[in-house]
């Protein structure tokens, strides 16, 4: 087991670095020049007195290969170092950690309400495969999935003002027990809700026609304790897989929902940083978000063979 | 099923029905998936002759009836310059489906043929395109897109500007080219991988099947086994995909034109007049609603018809 998950580790850093040079290139590539970039914003005319550019060029250490480059940028990430905005001109590892919290928090909440909500309606749905509930549940589903969080939340706050006349629009963040977080946290969890749904119910169903599952039924086991016991476990196992996948929608997700709900997390910092071009912060927040989901996938090679013993290192269920 | 005796009856030869007359008979005993057919019959007609229907032109701008609610005249009312938000719903129908029918073509065409070479040959290959996939799967989406908008759009704007300098050709100076190749560019780039995998598990399943083995077996040719068992049992959760794909793309324009690096004004574009709405819609909230309304309703439509498909091309209820 040790030894299964060392190798997922070996496998998994290098792609990790992979993963950060290609994003690293590209915003090394396409930015142009950084120096320029800021001092373009600085008074004075240092942006067009080349031997000053040449001086601070050499001091900052801008004219050594791209690699080398790459490598100190990795060097100072690991030592919490991500570089200074070019706007603001605070530390992006400053501007990173006020943000964070929020929509870490609102990220864990989003995946329990998932795991709360979605899984016994999916469970519910597979059982009563074919009938109106099954249906409607479906349909529900495929509505959520396809509606984005931008259309969702302005909607929804509408509604909201309209039945409950005088209550206030819900803006702003007030930690995760007050009540303006419900509704950005409805709209966030629509899409990994309706993704669980359709993963649990298409995994039931085929549970349904195990063997296991007639011969419990055929001894006379209650029906309850059959979908509890019997078809909910081999079930998680295809739902946990899903892990990173949520992951991505929550975080794209989050870029919205921010915004519409004036959250001060990282969705409403990438917007910003993407309206003043801010390449330092855009390239942090992506490589955080990238190895979010990466550190999802990690958790669920890791954690697959403790699901489903059957799973050896070969076979990983996407 | 009554128990008939084999002697005495005559077996009636009929046609065989067909794979795709099979999947239309149970397509349309699904509810949902005829409403998304539906839809997506009207919405297309919508974007191949709408705006030769609308009642206005969708720039054409009226100062003295601004923000206007929806009335008989303006069906969706009118937007902050006066133009009619139905006249620019409709003409936003055309631009939704070019982006949506480029961007899934170029996703397909990237992501069938690494698929199926990584499926056919095997090995390094195979590994290759993988972790190319997983690569580009594990990076948010619109991060990505954020990223490559950022850094692609100043050094080609920059380079056709100096294009036009040296040159005076005027082909330079339409930025609308740029905006296009950048969108459609970096949403296929961000598309692909699901069709990659997608077909390389197909390629894979398919190749080592029994009736594959016995088409070997009785000398069919490569190519007969190819046209006839492998492209259409490979075909149908790839057309599921696309039609879902196409729902997704459409979607994924209009979220890039809300963090504004999606098609420029003032060609009307879905994702656009939401983003705009979006500005105002504690005052004007038709503005959002109508372009919103539609763009759910184009998305779910696609979904519904994707899942029918699904139920209609794979019967067996291979997820």
């Not at chain 1, 119910?201 to 509890?228: H, N, Q, Y």
């Not at chain 2, 899934?104 to 199926?116: E, F, K, M, N, W």
Request: charged share 15%; net charge positive; proline share 6%.
């Amino acid at each position: 087991m040790l030894r299964y998950i060392a190798t997922r580790f070996a496998v998994w850093i290098p792609s990790v670095l992979l993963v950060m040079l290609g994003v690293y290139a590209l915003a090394y590539f396409g930015a142009g020049d950084p120096i320029k970039l800021i001092f373009l914003r600085a008074p004075g005319d240092v942006a067009y007195n080349p031997e000053r550019i040449e001086a601070i060029r050499e001091s900052a250490g801008l004219n050594r290969p791209f690699l080398v480059q790459f490598g100190s940028y990795i060097w100072n990430l690991l030592h919490g170092n991500f570089g200074n905005s070019l706007t603001s001109g605070r530390s992006v590892w400053a501007m990173i950690s006020a943000a964070a919290p929020v929509s870490f928090k609102l990220a864990l909440c989003s995946i329990l309400l998932t795991a709360v909500v979605a899984i016994p309606l999916g469970l519910i749905a597979a059982l009563k495969q074919n009938t109106r509930t099954d249906y409607a549940i479906l349909g529900s589903a495929l509505f959520l999935w396809a509606i984005p969080a931008y259309v969702a939340g302005p909607m929804l706050m509408v509604l909201l003002i309209m039945v409950i006349p005088g209550s206030n629009v819900p803006y702003g963040w007030g930690g995760i027990f007050d009540v303006r977080i419900l509704l950005p946290l409805f709209v966030l969890s629509f899409q990994p809700i309706a993704l669980i749904v359709r993963q649990t119910r298409a995994a039931v169903i085929e549970v349904l026609s195990e063997d296991f599952v007639r011969t419990a039924r055929a001894k006379g086991v209650p029906e309850m304790i059959v979908a509890l016991r019997h078809i909910l476990r081999p079930v998680l196992t295809p739902v946990v897989t899903q892990l990173g996948l949520i992951m991505i929608t929550i975080v794209n997700g989050a870029i919205f929902v921010e915004l519409v709900f004036g959250l001060p997390g990282l969705g409403r910092l990438t917007v910003q940083a993407l309206t003043n071009t801010d390449y330092p912060v855009i390239l942090a927040i992506t490589l955080i978000g990238s190895f979010l989901v990466m550190i999802s996938n990690l958790l669920v090679d890791v954690l697959y063979p403790l699901l489903d013993p059957r799973a050896n290192d070969t076979r990983r269920s996407r | 099923m009554t128990v008939v005796p084999m002697a005495t009856t005559d077996i009636k030869e009929e046609p065989p029905v067909s794979l795709w007359r099979d999947a239309w008979f149970r397509l349309r005993r699904n509810r949902l998936a005829v409403f998304g057919l539906g839809v997506v019959v009207l919405l297309a007609f919508t974007a191949l002759f709408g705006p030769y229907l609308t009642p206005f032109d969708f720039l054409s701008q009226n100062l003295d009836a601004r923000n206007m609610p929806p009335s008989l005249t303006h069906l969706f009312g009118t937007d902050d310059l006066g133009r009619d938000v139905f006249s620019r719903v409709i003409f936003g129908t055309r631009t939704a489906f070019l982006v949506a029918i480029v961007v899934t073509a170029i996703a397909v065409v990237i992501g069938v043929t690494l698929g199926a070479l990584a499926g056919f040959f095997g090995g390094w290959l195979d590994r290759v395109v993988m972790w190319l996939t997983d690569m580009t799967m594990s990076i948010p989406n619109l991060l990505l897109v954020v990223v490559i908008n950022a850094s692609l759009k100043s050094p080609i704007s920059s380079w056709m500007e100096s294009r036009y300098l040296a040159t005076l050709n005027p082909f330079y100076r339409e930025t609308i080219w740029v905006d296009f190749l950048l969108v459609f560019g970096s949403m296929a780039l961000i598309s692909w991988p699901p069709y990659a995998r997608l077909v390389r598990a197909q390629v894979l399943s398919i190749r080592s099947r029994p009736y594959i083995t016995a088409a070997q077996a009785l000398g069919l040719t490569n190519r007969i086994i190819l046209m006839r068992y492998v492209v259409p049992n490979a075909l149908g959760p790839l057309i599921v995909a696309v039609s879902a794909g196409l729902g997704t793309a459409m979607v994924l324009e209009s979220a890039f034109s809300f963090l504004g690096v999606g098609v420029n004004p003032p060609t009307p574009s879905w994702g656009n007049m939401i983003s705009d709405g979006l500005r105002v819609w504690q005052h004007y909230p038709h503005l959002l609603a109508a372009p919103a309304a539609v763009l759910g309703l184009a998305s779910v439509a696609f979904s519904f018809l994707g899942d029918g498909l699904n139920d209609a091309l794979n019967p067996r209820g291979a997820k």
